[in-house]
């Protein structure tokens, strides 16, 4: 576990500027390519009783419960169409010395994209570190390490 | 035998000769001379024939039977004739009498009063009398029946004046409904032949209909074969279109499966993607791959949704073309059941129209007949157009010598009436009865009311009315069932009138007897009238004044 996310951090490091996009929504969202484990096709969620708005409940993903998280109302977003193919990513939150595995459930993976740092607009500072253009659309990006700081 | 003899023969006593008078004794002494002088003429002849050589015995047989004729003649015939020459002055006076009475007798009848004729003949021998009063009677008789048959004359005149006014009538509105008749039965003619030639074009266009419903109910019977094919061509076509929806279902399965697949491609191409940035730069061919994948399965995924959109248009055809085709089968069921009905109505009509065509033709035939028929009908109806205007000039003939029947009848009754006869009927009776009563009644107001209760029970008589000898009115009595108020207020003009002008009083007073007045104008109503007026009585025998009554000619026949 130790080892990757050891791997985790370097590649972060390396493919710093490297996003996935995905949509929740009605926003199109990026996260870090560098913290997301594995796409999958929406997993099958247990709520748990007694959890909060954004957490979904419980899935298994490789045998292990994953806490799943509504990305959607991570980042209030308005709820979009009723999705086609909706996916559960996978990824590592929290900082480098404490990091978790969740998974954010999502309308649509899109596509891995790359945000310039200069190109971003700061934002709360929080999960949502701020805003960029990309392909002509404005992107969110998240900070999934916050995340792990607000969970 | 002459009539000195014949009155001689009636009435004893009465001279032969009035010329003759106060001669019979010196005629008796001549007689007797003569018988004297003849026998002693004879005498002496005989003797002169005695002697000379005759018989002696002739003169003394002539001379003894001379004597006995002599002294016979004075006892027997000269007292005779001095009798008689003594009862000649009582004899004259009596023929005389007789003659008067006679005369007057006469005059009576000659003026026409047959009642006083008969009162005057009273005094005639019993004989004489008897005849007289058998002739009066038989004349009162004759009088009687000629104005009893004057008045069923014209009571038979007016009777059939009326029924020929009637028939006239009804024979001139006879004439002018025949002539409507004609007028109609021309226009039923005409209107009959044309209905004669409607009925024969009606027959040709119903012939010309029951032709064409063939050829329609043929053409109905092929439109309902086609649209019955074109049904089962629809059901075809809708179970192809069905069985399309059907095959268009299970591409769509199969492209949610590619679709699925290439989400699935999508997901790990960006799982590669992750894994080849995690292998950094050992990855990045890996990277470049995942991205190709990730590239393809988008593009394919963009088929899939340009074969989805594609396979919606198509199913979109085909659910338009299955409704089309329901549709359309319920339209041709709806043809075919309309082509039904249709070819039904149209083998209806084809009956109908051969029955008319056959109706036609009869009618044809009928209004034909019924042409020849009115022609008869209206040659009759001319024929009898002329005799009833010949028998309605005949009934107007019949009229017109109707009313101069009348006419004649008046003129007949009022000669009949020229005669006082001892009849109710008479009017010169009725008149003078009445002047007797009023004669009896003292007063001018007790007269006028006698008279009005007189002339209200005798409904011919229009007016009654006494006028004194000065030319005033008297009395005037109107009967209110024959004048009315207008008529009645123009006889009161009488009383501003000096009727001694007038002819009846001026007839009347000429021998104060009872006289009838011929027909002439009234004064109140302007129609024809008769009057009959007497003079009426004081006590002492002289005219006080004259009694008249006015009767209309066209009621008189109520006489």
Known sequence: MSD?????????RREEGTHLLVRAGEYSCALPLALVRRVVRA??????????????????????????????????????????????VVVWVGPPEARETIGLSADAALEVVHVPAGSMVAGDGGFVQGEAPVGGEVVRVLNLEALGNEA | MDAESTLAAVIPGVPMA??????????????????????????????????????????????????????????????????????????????????????????????????????????????????????????????????????????????????ASELASGSSEQA?????????????????????????????????????????????????????????????????????????????????????????????SLNAAIEAAAAGADGRRFSVVADEVRHLAQRSQESVESVRNLLDEFSSSIRATIVATEEGSKEASRVLERSRAASIAIEDLRRASGDTSRVAQQISLATQQQNSASDEVVMTLREVSLVVQRMTGGLKNLSSTADRLNTLGLEIQLLAQSFHLDSPRSLKHLVESWARQ???????????????ELVRHAPFVELGYLMGLDGSTLVLSFNRDLLDERQRSLAAEVRKTDVRTRPWFKAVSRHWRTTLIPPYESMQNSEACFTVCTPLLNPDGSVAAVLGIDINVTGWTRI
Do not use: C
């Open chain 2, 176 to 268: 002018a409904s025949v002539v409507e008749i004609t007028a109609a039965m021309e226009e039923l003619a005409r209107t009959a032949s044309m209905i004669a030639e409607n009925a024969s074009r009606q027959a040709e266009l119903a012939s010309r209909a029951e032709a064409s419903g063939d050829a329609g109910s043929a053409s109905v019977f092929e439109a309902v074969t086609g649209v019955e094919e074109v049904q089962k061509r629809i059901s075809a076509i809708a179970s192809r279109a069905d069985g399309l929806g059907t095959r268009s279902k299970e591409i769509y399965r199969v492209l949610d499966l590619i679709t699925e697949i290439a989400q699935e491609t999508h997901i790990l």
């Open chain 2, 18 to 163: 009035p010329g003759r008078e106060g001669r019979h004794t010196e005629n008796a002494l001549v007689g007797w001379i003569l018988v004297v002088g003849l026998t002693l003429v004879g005498y002496l002849l005989l003797a002169l024939g005695s002697s000379a050589g005759g018989p002696s015995w002739p003169r003394h047989v002539f001379l003894g039977l001379g004597a006995a004729g002599v002294i016979s003649y004075g006892f027997w015939v000269f007292p005779y004739f001095r009798r008689l020459e003594l009862r000649l002055p009582v004899g004259r006076e009596r023929w005389s009498r007789l003659e008067t009475e006679l005369i007057t007798a006469f005059e009576q009848l000659g003026a026409g009063d047959l009642v006083r004729s008969i009162e005057h003949t009273r005094g005639l021998p019993e004989r004489l009398a008897k005849v007289s009063d058998a002739a009066s009677a038989a004349l009162s008789h004759l009088a009687q029946q000629i104005q009893d048959s004057s008045i069923e004359v014209a009571s038979a005149a007016d009777a059939v004046n009326e029924i």
């Open chain 1, 4 to 12: 990757l996310l050891d791997q985790a951090e370097s590649r972060a």
């Open chain 2, 438 to 452: 009023l004669e009896k009644v003292p007063g001018v107001t007790e007269k006028e009311a006698a008279l009005e």
């Open chain 1, 43 to 88: 997993l099958t969620v247990h709520p748990l009783p007694g959890a909060a708005g954004e957490l979904e409940g419980l899935a298994e993903f490789g045998g292990e419960p994953l806490p799943v998280l509504n990305l959607a109302r991570l980042v209030s977003s308005p709820p979009g169409a009723n999705p086609s193919y909706p996916v559960t």
